[in-house]
């Protein structure tokens, strides 16, 4: 999607977001339905899984009072909720955009990533603070039946390695379905730390090892959601996409023959693979139509081209020579 605005009132030029000027569907814009519809098939097929496994675990919890298999449940919702979230993400985001929603739901995979990961902290904080208050004695309590811990720990082992087999193809395509890996993933690690701590118990005796596993458990979670609540944030707040050098665009911009100065460079990221940039383009005051025309064209190619991050979408305001000393003295004489 590409502006060019004229400031001595000839008329605008435009390209379209995601159609070509004869109006039909660009390859671009198939192939993002077609994997919005996979994403949906995908996230579906994983929450019903995911589910099914929370349940059987919650019963898990209730028949053995492990607090390593309390954490996993705990896990498991945060992964049912995110995957919820994700799913209807999905397909919000299948939506076309519109004159109220120009980016259409595309920023709503970061919202949900952000809150996700949120939530997945404050799980991993919870249960760091009951292991540790378990594992010094301010707080007792034993795990009732170790064999059935053990069967829970499996099954739940088993299902994550279904899931993340159903999500692997996709996992990096966006930040919602990262983030939906990512809860997969801490929750395979979580039901190891079940299985360990049944084990430990089993042949040593030592029930400490179920809080301790519970603390691991949190150990492993922290992180990983603090770096997805970055991520997100830094979408969210717009800042420049990483590994886009906003100093090496201006230059290349400068070096476009027409072009004199480049002022209020913007770049951002609206979601996953779609970066937007804007910009003052100050160009000589005697180029025509066809020359202003042609310096859009070759900023375009710069900007898809010469860069680790291409960028698509661009909107450049085109302004003559001493255009900008002419606004602010009208403005004055106006005031």
Known sequence: MTTIGLVNGQPSLYRGQSRDWSGMESARERTDE??????????????GLTFTVFIAEFVGVVLTGSLALLVDVGHMLTDVSVLIASTITAALMRRRPTENKTWGWARLEVITAAAGSTVLLLVGIYALVE???????VQTAEVRDIDLMLVFGVIGLLANI???FILQSSHNDNLNMRAAFLEVTNDALGSVGVIVAALV??????????ALAGGVIALLMIPRALRLITKSLKVLLEETPRGLDLKAVRDHLDRVPG??????LH???VATGMTQLSAHVVVHGDLSDGQRAEILRSMQVCLRTHFPVSI???????????YEQRYEATMQIHV
């Open 34 to 47: 077609r994997q919005a519809r996979q994403h949906q098939r995908t996230l579906s097929l994983t929450l």
């Open 131 to 137: 292991s540790a208050l378990r594992l010094i004695g």
């Open 162 to 164: 279904a899931s993340l």
């Open 201 to 210: 118990v089993i042949f040593t005796g030592w029930t400490d090892a179920d």
């Open 259 to 264: 072009v004199v100065a480049v002022h209020d």
């Open 267 to 269: 770049a951002s990221t």
């Open 312 to 322: 698509d979408h661009t909107t450049f305001q085109i302004e003559p020579e001493g």
